[in-house]
């Protein structure tokens, strides 16, 4: 304590790592996961004279809490000694919640640091996430991507654990190393060893065998939509009887959208990370496809939680959300999906915490036309009412419709149909290839998809002949078309003249557009 007097008494600015060491105290950094953005944390480790006590502060919860006796065990069990003192951990910054058991290892090493068992000069120049266990083994944690990406904007090395290496490895332009047991990070800081660099799998599948669009029989225009609806990333929902091929023809659209390219793999990675850990890296190039059961409530569909996490829309990122059965899910449930599916995000408020997540998926939904199901499937099967028919539809709500871009009905598949054997028929590859295209197409001309055209974007892309102009008004009125709708058969028709290679909307393109806007109309 004399030295440290000493030092601050002669030199203001004296060097801040002497100080800490002769004031018993170490700093050690490392970050917390808030939505998917990964902030600084700078955990503050003193030791004081007193009867022994360990106290953590800085709006830890409970899992944080805990983790002195998982460090105190993993110290022990690792043949370090555990300081007899008053020690006090605290989380800076004080204002910013600090959840699950990634901060063991970075309260360890600055335990052992302040207590001079290992050295404390070069930690700044380190960061560490982990969970201990009781003998000092290393466990994986979540949200270790995050950490990663946002560590490779500063000049630290990161350290994690060896169940995470992979992980880790994903942020190109971050040093980061990966150990097994706090005995293999202690030897690394004191010089004794080097703990291994945390390298990709060496084959990482880019792209999963998906079922085959040519297995579907008949439905050549549900084929017609599902390609357009990938063109554009617009939103599809199938009505048709039971057996019509609904959640067959939706399990095909992953196969003929464009892989993802590394931002957007890297993206959807993140929000995997961060919402459960379990992350797999033989799938992070894969599009995600989710398919929540109608029993899910608003939480797991939309995100939540005392402390938020992400739920389906944002595990959906960049690919797909199929909701079968969607007049089955609570309505209240669904009218949480208008916002995201306009701004491709969601904001989740909570009292201690608020976290946004990016959600921007393509909605495929399907569902029975009527209560039975055989509404206008050839056969005199159903006996619902007009009003019946009214009120099933009534579940799905105005402005929920709206922000579907196509509404398609799917006939009853025929015996001969499905006996039928076109060599000619069109594989998932070949319309693939056409979907990749179209979607360069867009990108090169306005650096997006059409679906998420808006304001003078959307009026630059979107220029009409006056002839078509009269066509749409003419639409719009008998149809009451409500602004949103009139936006998005626009954003459609311009998909359409897309993939006819044509610069200017024509008026067949904005009549299939329309077409495709079935619910707009009584039963």
């Known amino acids: 304590m004399q030295d440290a007097e000493k030092l601050t008494n002669n030199d203001p600015n004296a060097d801040q790592e002497t100080l800490a060491q002769a004031r018993s105290l170490a700093m050690i950094h490392t970050r917390t996961v808030v939505g998917v953005n990964a902030l600084p944390v700078i955990v503050e480790v003193h030791l004081a004279n007193g009867l022994p006590m360990f106290s953590t502060v800085g709006l830890p919860e409970a899992a944080v809490k805990e983790s002195k006796d998982r460090v105190r065990g993993a110290i022990l069990n690792s043949g370090f000694e555990f300081p007899a003192k008053r020690i006090t951990?605290?989380?800076?910054?004080?204002?910013l919640p600090k959840t699950g058991s990634r901060f063991d290892l970075p309260i360890a090493i600055g335990i052992l640091a302040a207590s001079g068992q290992v050295p404390n000069k070069a930690l700044k120049e380190f960061e560490f996430v982990g969970e201990l266990a009781l003998d000092g083994q290393l466990r994986k944690v979540a949200g270790v991507l995050p950490t990663a990406?946002?560590?490779?904007?500063t000049d630290r090395q990161l350290i994690v654990p060896t169940a995470n290496s992979e992980e880790a490895a994903l942020a190109e332009q971050t040093d980061s190393r990966h150990a097994s047991h706090l005995l293999t990070v202690c030897r690394h800081l004191a010089g004794q060893g080097e703990m291994d660099i945390c390298l990709q799998a060496k084959r990482v599948p880019s792209f999963a065998d998906y079922p085959d669009l040519c297995d579907v029989k008949g439905q050549a225009q549900a084929k017609r939509a599902l390609e357009i609806a990938a063109?554009?990333?617009?939103?599809?929902?199938?009505?048709?009887?039971?057996?019509?091929?609904?959640?067959?023809?939706a399990?095909?659209?992953?196969g003929i959208l464009p892989e993802l390219n590394t931002d957007e793999a890297l993206q959807t990675a993140a929000i995997q990370s961060v919402a459960n850990g379990d992350f797999d890296i033989s799938n992070w190039k894969q599009r995600p496809f989710r398919n929540p059961h109608h029993s899910a409530s608003s939480v797991a569909l939309v995100g939540g939680g005392s402390h938020p996490r992400p739920g389906e829309i944002s595990l959906a990122h960049k690919g797909i959300l199929f909701l079968d059965e969607l007049t089955e899910f609570s309505r209240a449930t669904l009218e949480q999906l208008r916002e995201p599916l306009e701004t491709g995000k969601i904001n989740i408020a909570r009292a201690n915490q608020s976290a946004q997540y990016p959600a921007e998926f393509m909605l495929i939904a399907a569902c029975n036309p009527c209560p039975c199901g055989y509404l206008n499937d050839g056969t005199d099967r159903c006996s619902c009412s007009v009003g019946k028919v009214d009120n099933y539809r009534a579940k799905l709500s105005g402005?929920?419709?709206?922000?579907i871009d196509m509404h398609v009905h799917l006939p009853r598949v025929t015996t001969k149909e499905l006996q039928s054997n076109d060599p000619n028929v069109e594989t998932s590859e070949q319309v693939k290839a056409r979907v990749v295209k179209v979607r360069?197409?867009?990108?090169?001309?306005?650096?997006?998809?059409?679906?998420?055209?808006?304001?003078?974007?959307?009026?630059?892309q979107c220029v009409l002949d006056e002839a078509t102009k009269q066509f749409l008004e003419l639409?719009?009125?008998?149809l009451q078309l409500s602004a949103r709708a009139y936006h998005r058969i626009l954003k459609l028709a311009r998909t359409i003249?897309?993939?006819?290679?044509?610069?200017?909307?024509?008026?067949?393109?904005?009549?299939?557009?329309?077409?495709?806007?079935?619910?707009?109309?009584?039963?």
């Not at 990406?149 to 904007?153: H, P, S, Y």
């Open 497 to 523: 003249a897309d993939m006819a290679d044509v610069d200017r909307i024509a008026k067949v393109h904005v009549s299939e557009a329309i077409a495709y806007r079935s619910l707009d109309r009584r039963v």
């Open 89 to 95: 951990v605290n989380l800076s910054p004080a204002d």
């Open 149 to 153: 990406l946002a560590c490779g904007g």
């Open 251 to 254: 399990s095909r659209l992953p």
């Open 475 to 478: 639409a719009g009125e008998r």
């Open 399 to 403: 402005p929920m419709l709206d922000r």
């Open 440 to 460: 360069l197409s867009q990108y090169v001309r306005q650096g997006k998809q059409n679906s998420r055209l808006e304001g003078s974007m959307l009026e630059r």
């Open 231 to 249: 063109s554009g990333g617009h939103s599809l929902l199938f009505m048709g009887p039971p057996g019509a091929g609904k959640s067959m023809l």
